[in-house]
């Protein structure tokens, strides 16, 4: 049975190939299949540069990375101690109009959507963020 597994990392775009890589191992202690698994490690990527790119506005802070199984599905919590930001509450925008109007970023929540089954979010107690990402019917073992 695998525990949960957490991780504090300096949230730094240098670190983010280490959170990938714990985010890969976690996975894989659960059983998750390697498609599901490049699906989290984009979705946390993404989630992840956005919290040291807007978050922290590339200032020093951490990023709290926990990671657990709920019946089948993969639970994902990244926490931090950025201002306060809720992503659920943003409109997704059509990619074919992003396309058209020549936007290169701002496509994280959209990657971000559309790789996991469930994005939540809430403010801490401490006046950060816990983003909570979930990918269902992947856990093979617990």
């Not at 990938?20 to 976690?26: G, H």
């Not at 540069?49 to 994902?76: C, F, R, S």
């Not at 959507?113 to 816990?130: I, L």
């Amino acid at each position: 049975m695998a525990e949960a597994s957490r991780r504090r990392f300096a949230a730094t775009l240098e670190n983010l190939g280490d959170i990938r890589e714990f985010v890969n191992v976690a996975a894989q202690a659960y059983g998750v299949d390697e498609s599901a698994i490049a699906d989290l490690c984009l979705a946390v990527d993404e989630a992840a540069t956005n919290v040291v790119l807007h978050g922290y506005g590339e200032k020093p802070g951490d990023l709290d990375i926990e990671i657990t199984a709920d019946h089948d599905a993969l639970v994902i919590k990244l926490s931090d101690r950025a201002p306060h930001f809720d992503p659920t509450t943003r409109i997704p925008h059509a990619p074919e109009a992003r396309l058209e109007q020549g936007e290169v970023g701002g496509w994280g929540l959209h990657l971000i959507r559309s790789v996991v089954d469930e994005v939540r979010h809430r403010a801490t107690s401490e006046g950060g963020n816990e983003l909570t990402l979930i990918k269902s019917g992947v856990v093979a073992r617990r």
